[in-house]
């Protein structure tokens, strides 16, 4: 599901915190409300890390993962990069780059699979990126915007673009990264989507002013509710079978009195009643 938040008043969820399938970082020295509720969605399933990226809160914004990897920008420092070493899941590479373009979460979005990139950021750094996250690298913009970890995120499961973003665009991007993709906003009206929510594969986090629409479009896209409809669906199919028993037993135990008949049983002449089985 998705989930309203704020980081001291703030509703740039992304700026604050990075969100993966194997661990999430968040800003130190926030507000234990915005801690609490990451805490209590996934610390059973990832683990949750609490760190400053050169010494600022918008770790979002400067470094960039999934589940195999994350890069941080080169203002990270050699304590900041111990930390996050000692912290996260040891299947999981980081490293620090040196990219002139340092805001490394406005210049690049990646799931587990592909990422895309700022057209202008360094071969090296594309290189590192290819290694480190194990994805498909593809220089491109959104909707005219070089910043495409600002204007666009995306999960394993689908996408959410900018609002300008052009139908022939969303087919050629949803065609490249084999994943659906929609045009939307966040924090009533936001055209900064990475900025204002992060995502995985069973969770979103976004900031407090996105209204019900937009959260509406964002559990749709990312698909959140996906486990809970096949349980609900599982459970709907349980209770079926549960009451087709039941009326089996009723009319097994009482013929004369039944006023309808399973779907499966047969009426001979003289009130017999066949029963074909059910299961």
Not at 96 to 101: G, V
Request: aromatic share 8%.
């Amino acid at each position: 599901m998705a989930i309203r938040v704020q980081f001291e008043n703030s509703n740039e969820v992304g700026v604050f915190s990075r969100l993966t399938n194997s661990y999430a970082l968040i800003a130190m020295g926030g507000s234990e409300n915005f801690s609490s509720v990451f805490e209590s969605e996934l610390s059973q399933h990832i683990p949750l890390v609490y760190t400053t990226i050169g010494g600022t809160k918008v770790i979002g914004r400067v470094c960039v993962g999934n589940r195999k990897g994350l890069l941080v920008s080169s203002i990270c420092t050699d304590q900041e990069l111990l930390h996050l070493r000692n912290a996260l899941p040891e299947n999981v590479k980081i490293k620090r780059i040196e990219e002139r373009l340092s805001a490394l979460g406005n210049c690049i979005t990646a799931n587990d699979y592909v990422g895309l990139v700022h057209t202008d950021i360094d071969r090296e750094t594309e290189e590192i990126i290819q290694d480190v996250l194990d994805i498909e690298v593809f220089r491109t913009s959104i909707a005219g915007n070089l910043l495409v970890g600002t204007y666009s995120y995306f999960t394993n499961n689908g996408g959410l673009l900018h609002a300008m973003t052009s139908s022939q665009e969303i087919e050629e991007l949803s065609e490249l990264l084999q994943i659906p993709l929609i045009t939307g906003t966040v924090n009533r009206g936001s055209d900064l989507i990475g900025a204002g929510l992060v995502a995985n594969d069973w969770s979103a986090f976004c900031g407090m002013d996105t209204t019900a629409i937009e959260l509406s479009i964002i559990e749709k896209v990312f698909k959140l509710n996906s486990i809970e409809d096949a349980n609900i669906e599982d459970n709907f199919k349980y209770k079926s079978s549960i009451i087709q028993t039941m009326i089996y037993g009723v009319i097994s135990a009482y013929p004369r009195c039944a006023t309808s008949q399973p779907s499966r049983t047969r009426v001979r002449r003289g009130g017999e009643h066949v029963y074909e089985k059910l299961f």
